[in-house]
């Protein structure tokens, strides 16, 4: 079952923040089989949650913060639910959705920043299929909100 993920994670000197809580009637992730699915996360970090429209007030660079923020705050979501990193085989999918500006067309330029951070921790695992499409507006005017599954071990 070791993978290595931990290690590759401690290697790069990457934190994970806690794993957040449900804000309403859900789940934060269900597992069902070898899948674990993960529902919408947001931008969260020591400096606060990433809100506003990326193409408006957010810039580009910083959508790609806020996504590899939302996909910092999955793997902890992750880490909680199995106990460790080691036990996920590979990303599966990713849902990418950025709260645009209207004209704002590059949301898979915002949305690499959670896929690069996967592929970071994974390795060839981490290479996973995509969508990442622009929304008019976000739960709390977050910038960024992404879902994911996971094919993990037992």
Request: charged share 25%; aromatic share 4%; glycine share 12%.
């Amino acid at each position: 079952m070791s993978r290595g993920h931990e290690q590759r994670l401690a290697e790069r000197g990457i934190v994970l923040p806690p794993a957040s809580r449900p804000v309403a009637n859900y789940l934060s992730c269900k597992r069902t089989g070898d899948l674990l699915f993960v529902g919408g996360h947001g931008p969260v970090g020591p400096e606060g949650i990433i809100r506003g429209k990326v193409g408006d007030t957010v810039s580009l660079e910083h959508g790609r913060e806020a996504a590899r923020r939302t996909g910092l705050s999955i793997l902890a979501t992750v880490r909680a639910e199995l106990g460790t990193l080691d036990r996920v085989r590979q990303v599966v999918k990713v849902l990418g959705m950025v709260n645009c500006a209207p004209g704002f067309n590059r949301t898979p330029e915002v949305i690499d920043g959670c896929s690069d951070l996967l592929v970071e921790v994974f390795g060839d695992a981490g290479r996973h299929t995509r969508s990442a499409v622009g929304m008019a507006e976000l739960p709390f005017d977050i910038a960024v909100e992404i879902e994911a599954i996971f094919e993990v071990d037992g």
